[in-house]
């Protein structure tokens, strides 16, 4: 498959004033209101370090956990399945669907079916499949990929969703108001999970001592899926398993405060056994988990727990859109995963970051998603990735970075060319920083003609070796 | 079952080298008053609370749900207006349902439902308006002491509820309701009885 050029898929989101804005503020609020709730909880570091070992343990021991699970699971009456990969998973679950004759299945919002495709998967076999979140309904009925993995929908306006309602169901299009569109999908969908054969949800968290698979939903969802049809199967990716519920408190004190900053969600819920007179199926997948297991850079990512809050830091993801992406997983955490799944089609997406390390502040489980976006970096230009233009340009840069004449050099004579280039000159095609975006009014002096007029002589860090002192430059180094 | 064998091979040979699992502390702080704390956090959440019990609850019903006919009640403080339900769908035309809690947690306003309150637990979520009853007692502190509930060891199905169905999918606006109940009351009302109401 070709590989998915992020940059260029966000110039079309970019050309939109009215998405970009509102995407940025929407998303950058999520950001603030994570601080607010992260604040008030005095423990709030400690959690973060008691989630990240949480899962490291359970990551490092996962066989013994998923055997845990697995039995613990079939003695409360649910059947395990085990999935190598997106083509078992979609299998599996076509064949208990057949097996009880179900056609119509509802499902609460799971990436781990978005990863494996399920639903179009399903859908050409003749299974009826209804998403029950609203945001994740909104995406399957204008035929598009979730754009954020807590809020889908997130990357269209009220007004879009006013104009696909019109469009699909018949209601006002031009009703642009929250209230009245939750209650048009209401209106359409809850007859749909009323009469349903089978009900799926993914998994939160999947709890090894207990056997039951946690769903953290808004809107109640994955409740109505899982208890309204006779049949419920759960899918659940293997890393999701957690020991306990003494574990489990740990993460649902950090998750919804990481994605919206609430404490809590409205419905936390636990599906432990079958209901009465139902069925439950649980099935585990791998689909390149154990691979990405095995590679000691990149096994930490695993401890993700989708909270999307590295995404509502990033730069780059605010004002790129989330399908940009072109995967399953968008921003930081999807530059880490997304490659370890097809490094071709994925080559690009370590380049989506400005590696400000921001991510990795606010992860919950403490994934150092900077250090590994810059090592994909490294394992692109080991497999031959780097496109020329790339090469090029790494190579350029090099040079120039590690020559500090060199680069005094292009700093003032950059500088000087901004002050007095015409416009023309600046903005065009070959500057794809000024494509979207002002470029930064040049200072009058760079840091280095300051020094030199302020403090006189050379700056510390070019003196000849020997002469300077080695701590005063360390320190420099570290402020720049 | 070769996919669970592969999968469990492939964990075991290559996996990280074991980690040790932390004591999770209760982080308990003693406060004084949960009912308030509990009381403005299901706030957040949109979520009602009525702090002192109406002396007569089946009165109380009709005056704040003066439409209601169908009610689905699963305590001996309300009579139902229902029958049995026939199946797992049939309680989405309920008015109001009425069960009380075995627990609340201050820090996130939740209260806890499992099948052991109510037997057709759908009864919570397909209802319009759910009202539930929680004694001040079975208040605890946080989510930790919450897990500490034996529900999360024995119950078929649990379910933390911290508000009404909500969702903020369009536009970041949270609007109520989603697919589940419109409004979620809770009154502090302390046992009358022994045990729990059973549908």
Redesign the interface.
Known sequence: MKPVDQARNALAFLEDDTHEHAFDKLIWGLREQRDAAAREVGEWEELRTLASQIKEHTLSNLAHYLELFEARATRNGAQVHWARDAHEHNQIVYDILSAHGAQRLVKSKSMLTEECEMRPFLERRGIQVTETDLGERIQQLDDQPPSHIVGPGWQKTTRDVAELFGRVYGSDPERADPVYLAHVMREHTRPLILQADAGMTGANFAVAQTGAVVTVTNEGNADLSGNVPKLRICSVGIEKIIPGPAELAVFIRLLTRSATGERITQYTSHFAAPREGGTMHIVLVDNGRTQRLADERFWPSLKCIRCGACMNTCPVYRRSGGLSYGATYMGPIGLITMPAADARRYRELPFASTINGSCTNVCPVQINIHEQIYQWREVMDANGEFSATKKAAMKLAGNLLSHPRAYRAAAEAGGAALRVLPHFAIYNRLNAWGRHRDIPSPAKETFHQWYARNRGGAHPAEEPAGEATAGTEDADHGRA | ?A??E???T???D?????????H?PD?RQGPDDLISLFTA?LA??DGQAVTQPPADLQRWLAETFPGASRICSAVPEVAGTLPPFSG??AP?DVDVTVVRTPLGVA????ILLT?NEL?V??AA??AQHLVVLLDPADLTE???G???HPA??K???????????????????????????TTLTVILSPRTTPGTGEL
Do not use: C, K
């Open positions: 079952m996919a669970r592969d999968i469990l492939a964990i075991r290559r996996g990280p080298a074991p980690r040790e699992l932390p999770v982080f956090a957040r959440l797992w769908a989405a820090e996130t306003g939740s099948e037997a637990t759908t979520v397909l946080n989510i930790h919450a897990y500490q999360f060891q119950a078929a199905y649990a379910v933390l509820l911290s508000g009404p169905s909500g969702s903020a999918d369009i536009g970041g606006t949270t609007v109520h309701p989603a697919q589940g109940v």
